[in-house]
């Protein structure tokens, strides 16, 4: 165990922690330990009062926001890449986050230099291992494995030992892009492979913030294309005219931040936004029901619809996609729709799927009809298994009256063969009691009774296999259902009637 003396320079603090890697270093006085310094001690009197670049540091928002176990895993990747003399930032919506008191856990690390080379370090020190993307500069440091012993390894000295389970799975190391990978004729500038051209390929200003962690810049803040301005002014602004032409999903993004927040798309972007809107034509389903499902998460999704179809994003998308009022509350249910414990078990359809976020997809095209939703489905490319629930759904809503009034053999034949989910749907959305009722007692009690007899009993009488097999058995089990018998006797009187009915073919 290296120590120093209490009147060791600030040097050779951070030398014998660069080269060792430990977080923290024991002082010690006539073979005593008098102390600890640990690495946010030395990061915190190495950090300039006024952060490098003239503008604020953070450094204590971030301490204040991360559990330690999360900080201490910013702060080696940080001492590393300062040995490979690489500036490293946290970047993104963390930072906006960290701004907004609205602290996040998830942070997206950007090296100025090879976030490949600074991986490798990292596993050379601590373990674990990279998959790289040579191409785009990225490193993903697998540390799933080494949880518990850089938790051993990181943790303050007679402090209490930080939680393993706070650090991920995994941590991204990307590099700034360099403009020569994209333009190799352009002319080298300064600035290529800069943090500043990275930010630059961002969606919003507010998204574009950054924070230094290396070396004496820990904690400084980077506001290289107005972030904070906007961010205190509440506007969601994109960096240049051409960026919903680059990546029109940008415009449910700029939707999806402007409501989260309760900002405003600043009148230029707005204006820009509205321009490009036939754009998003270009734009794969499945792009925009990624975007769509992260506004499903949100506790603002209803603005966040809203303010979509007054764009005219959703005529824009397809333009059968509903929305007002009713669309509203079906969502809403849909969001809220559970499959009661009971209803789970049907044996012939085991639930393969998970219920959300179907239900609010099949809530909200429920109301359309069958061609209309197969062309929204494929739109959104919802899976085929939803689209099919969605057909289900439609079907059984359009005879929900029907079906009130049906016996329950008739409403076993209907039910047997729809999936469980699009009768949940179904029934959270009715608001007939006569239909709900039929549904819960089919899930609750009808799904299950099946007669005596079986297939094995009629081949046992020499009946040959054939079709006649299925009639015979749904006529045992409907004449249950509807009570026409209720004892084994009368199932056998009835099999035997059923029999002599069958034509002598059969
Ligand atoms: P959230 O709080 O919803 O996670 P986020 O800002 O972290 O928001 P992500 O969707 O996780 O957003 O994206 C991470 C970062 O990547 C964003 O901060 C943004 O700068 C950038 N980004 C994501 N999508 C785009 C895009 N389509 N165009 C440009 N930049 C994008």
């Known amino acids: 165990?290296?120590?120093?003396?209490?009147?060791?320079?600030?040097?050779?603090?951070?030398?014998?922690?660069?080269?060792?890697?430990?977080?923290?270093?024991?002082?010690?006085?006539?073979?005593?330990?008098?102390?600890?310094?640990?690495?946010?001690?030395?990061?915190?009197?190495?950090?300039?009062?006024?952060?490098?670049?003239?503008?604020?540091?953070?450094?204590?928002?971030?301490?204040?926001?991360?559990?330690?176990?999360?900080?201490?895993?910013?702060?080696?990747?940080?001492?590393?890449?300062?040995?490979?003399?690489?500036?490293?930032?946290?970047?993104?919506?963390?930072?906006?986050?960290?701004?907004?008191?609205?602290?996040?856990?998830?942070?997206?690390?950007?090296?100025?230099?090879?976030?490949?080379?600074?991986?490798?370090?990292?596993?050379?020190?601590?373990?674990?291992?990279?998959?790289?993307?040579?191409?785009?500069?990225?490193?993903?440091?697998?540390?799933?494995?080494?949880?518990?012993?850089?938790?051993?390894?990181?943790?303050?000295?007679?402090?209490?030992p930080l939680d393993e389970s706070n650090f991920p799975e995994t941590l991204d190391l990307v590099s700034a892009r360099r403009e020569f990978y994209t333009h190799p004729t352009a002319l080298p500038t300064v600035e290529r492979g800069s943090i500043k051209l990275d930010l630059h390929r961002r969606d919003f200003t507010i998204n574009t913030l950054a924070m230094r962690l290396d070396g004496h810049y820990y904690g400084d803040l980077h506001d290289h294309w107005g972030g904070l301005a906007d961010l205190q002014a509440g506007l969601v602004r994109v960096l240049h005219s051409l960026s919903f032409v680059d990546d029109p999903t940008r415009i449910l993004r700029a939707v999806r931040f402007e409501q989260r927040f309760g900002y405003q798309i600043e009148p230029r972007t707005l204006e820009l936004l509205e321009n490009a809107?036939?754009?998003?034509?270009?734009?794969?389903?499945?792009?925009?029901?990624?975007?769509?499902?992260?506004?499903?998460?949100?506790?603002?999704?209803?603005?966040?619809?809203?303010?979509?179809?007054?764009?005219?994003?959703?005529?824009?998308?397809?333009?059968?996609?509903?929305?007002?009022?009713?669309?509203?509350?079906?969502?809403?249910?849909?969001?809220?729709?559970?499959?009661?414990?009971?209803?789970?078990?049907?044996?012939?359809?085991?639930?393969?799927?998970?219920?959300?976020?179907?239900a609010v997809y099949l809530s909200w095209l429920i109301v359309l009809d069958a061609g209309e939703a197969v062309s929204a489905a494929n739109?959104?490319?919802?899976?085929?298994?939803?689209?099919?629930?969605?057909?289900?759904?439609?079907?059984?809503?359009?005879m929900q009256d029907e079906i009130a009034r049906m016996s329950p053999s008739q409403v076993v034949a209907k039910f047997d063969s729809q999936p469980t989910l699009s009768l949940v749907v179904c029934d959270a959305l009715s608001n007939d009691p006569n239909f709900k009722q039929q549904v819960k007692a089919y899930f609750e009690r009808w799904q299950s009774i099946q007669p005596g007899t079986s297939g094995y009993d009629l081949r046992a009488r020499d009946i040959p296999p054939g079709p006649h097999y299925k009639r015979v058995l749904d006529a045992l089990r409907a004449a249950w259902l509807d009570g026409k018998i209720s004892t084994t006797e009368e199932e056998t009187a009835l099999l035997e009637d059923l029999l002599d009915e069958l034509p002598a073919d059969e």
């Open 379 to 398: 739109r959104l490319r919802l899976p085929g298994w939803m689209s099919d629930q969605i057909q289900s759904a439609i079907a059984i809503r359009s």
């Open 277 to 358: 809107l036939s754009l998003l034509d270009r734009v794969s389903g499945d792009r925009i029901r990624h975007e769509l499902n992260h506004m499903l998460q949100e506790s603002a999704w209803e603005a966040m619809f809203a303010r979509m179809s007054d764009l005219g994003v959703f005529e824009a998308i397809h333009p059968a996609l509903p929305w007002d009022q009713a669309a509203k509350e079906r969502m809403r249910t849909g969001l809220n729709a559970r499959i009661p414990p009971l209803w789970a078990g049907r044996p012939a359809h085991q639930l393969e799927h998970p219920v959300q976020p179907a």
């Open 1 to 160: 165990q290296v120590t120093v003396p209490p009147d060791a320079p600030l040097e050779t603090l951070q030398q014998v922690m660069t080269d060792t890697g430990w977080g923290q270093v024991p002082v010690v006085e006539n073979g005593e330990i008098i102390g600890i310094v640990t690495r946010t001690d030395l990061l915190k009197i190495l950090a300039p009062k006024q952060a490098a670049s003239g503008q604020m540091n953070l450094a204590d928002k971030l301490e204040a926001s991360l559990p330690p176990a999360r900080l201490a895993l910013l702060q080696i990747v940080a001492e590393a890449a300062q040995r490979q003399q690489a500036a490293l930032y946290v970047v993104g919506g963390f930072v906006r986050d960290l701004l907004l008191e609205r602290p996040s856990l998830d942070y997206d690390l950007v090296v100025e230099g090879d976030a490949i080379a600074l991986g490798r370090a990292l596993v050379q020190q601590y373990g674990g291992r990279t998959t790289t993307h040579r191409r785009f500069g990225t490193a993903k440091w697998q540390i799933g494995s080494i949880r518990s012993k850089l938790a051993e390894q990181l943790s303050p000295i007679g402090g209490p």
